[in-house]
């Protein structure tokens, strides 16, 4: 039995959610922009889809698009803007603990002349808000913050940023990725402007994903072609994909409460459990912290070392990012909050959802003690 506590990189589809996708992969196959009755009915079920998105998430319908994911919402976002306002400023200003899928987008812009501020954040990971309004500037066209951070859980104060982005006309874009099924998304009272949300981190499948785009926010397009999506999003739509977004999303709407209930108790039992080993330290907020997400630095314990002997153990859990898993880099994340090299090359993130359960805490809990106690021998 494989124990997985790497929930933030992914999750498992819901049974639910497979069965409503599934009409869709094998009898409804029709392309949404045809005119013939099997090509309505995609464009029906994708309508239907987004308005009860749109719903769950208190928002408009028409400000729903879908993407392939996350990281093309953050992409959009990013570029869509620096694009548009291009004339009007150059400067954006973001955080130093964001998704790669935001930081190497705005690295690619820094290469075509745009000028990026990177935000601190404190030891717990929130953003600075005091540099946030002195970095404001003239030609300052964005502020990009996520709201809650994949590696270390922390929930960003997103409705004050909010305020000062608005008192200052300021586009804001939030990676809500990992915040959705965590907190509960009301977007009219958010008041944000963009904000990207993934399909496979909800129980939902992979490759679907959701950029909000307030109603009156100009945004250039990032993929061209056909006029699928109002014309701002082009490609033949995945017709199973956003059927399965919208039942995944409903679910995690629904269960957030009880799925809260269960986690809280699961994830302060391990940071006590393993937070009382010598030389363990907790990494990220107590509070304001992600219902599912432990991170902690083990003196004296490679992660890379540690993986490998939880993954003999049939224990998936990770060392920060799914997509910097393998690299030797120590986490940009734990830097920010003022990690040394080694302490963050020695981290480990676990992270639960609704399936785990507290016997598994039990098991990993034990399976770590030796693990440490034979990998500092
Ligand atoms: N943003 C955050 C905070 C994430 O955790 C992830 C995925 O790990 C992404 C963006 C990218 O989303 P996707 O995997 O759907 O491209």
């Known amino acids: 039995m494989i124990i997985n506590f790497d929930k933030a990189a992914t999750t498992k589809l819901r049974k639910e959610v497979l069965e409503e996708m599934l009409p869709y992969l094998e009898d409804y196959y029709g392309n949404a922009s045809s ?26 319908a028409t400000e729903i698009y879908f993407t392939s994911g996350g990281t093309e919402s953050d992409n959009w976002a990013i570029k869509g803007v620096a694009d548009t306002f291009q004339n009007k400023g150059r400067h954006i200003i973001t955080t130093k603990i964001e998704h790669h899928a935001v930081l190497h987008t705005m690295e690619f812009l820094e290469s075509r002349g745009y000028e990026v501020t990177y935000l601190n954040v404190d030891g717990e990971g929130f953003v600075d808000l005091k540099e946030l309004e002195n970095s404001i500037r003239n030609d300052t066209i964005l502020i990009s913050v996520m709201y809650a951070n994949n590696e270390i859980g922390t929930i960003e104060p997103i409705e004050t940023i909010s305020e000062i982005a608005k008192r200052r006309n300021i586009l804001f874009h939030v990676d809500g990725v990992q915040a959705l099924g965590n907190i509960k998304i009301d977007l009219e009272k958010l008041n944000v402007d963009l904000m990207s949300f993934s399909g496979h981190k909800v129980n939902g499948p992979k490759g679907i994903g959701i950029l909000y785009v307030k109603n009156g926010t ?4 990032l993929i061209h072609g056909g006029t699928q999506e109002r014309g701002k999003r082009a490609g033949t739509e995945n017709v199973a994909g956003i059927v399965g977004l919208g039942k995944a999303i409903e679910c995690a709407v629904e269960n957030l409460e009880e799925k809260r209930v269960q986690l809280l108790p699961l994830r302060d039992k391990l940071i006590e459990d393993l937070t009382s080993i010598k030389g363990i330290v907790l990494n990220g907020p107590i509070l304001k912290r992600l219902p599912g997400n432990v991170n902690i630095s083990i003196e004296g314990v490679k992660s890379q070392e540690l993986l490998i002997f939880l993954d003999m153990k049939n224990i998936c859990a990770s060392s920060g990012s799914a997509c910097t898993t393998g690299s030797i880099e120590p986490s940009h994340v734990l830097k920010a909050i003022g990690l040394n090299d080694d302490l963050a090359k020695n981290s480990l993130r676990l992270s639960l959802d609704y399936e785990n359960t507290f016997e598994e805490v039990e098991t990993v809990t034990n399976i770590l003690k030796d693990a440490i106690i034979t990998l500092r021998r």
Do not use: D
């Open 35 to 60: 005119m013939y009755r099997i090509g309505q009915k995609s464009k029906g079920v994708i309508e239907s889809s987004r308005t009860k998105i749109a719903e769950l998430l208190n928002c408009k």
């Open 218 to 221: 100009k945004i250039t397009p």
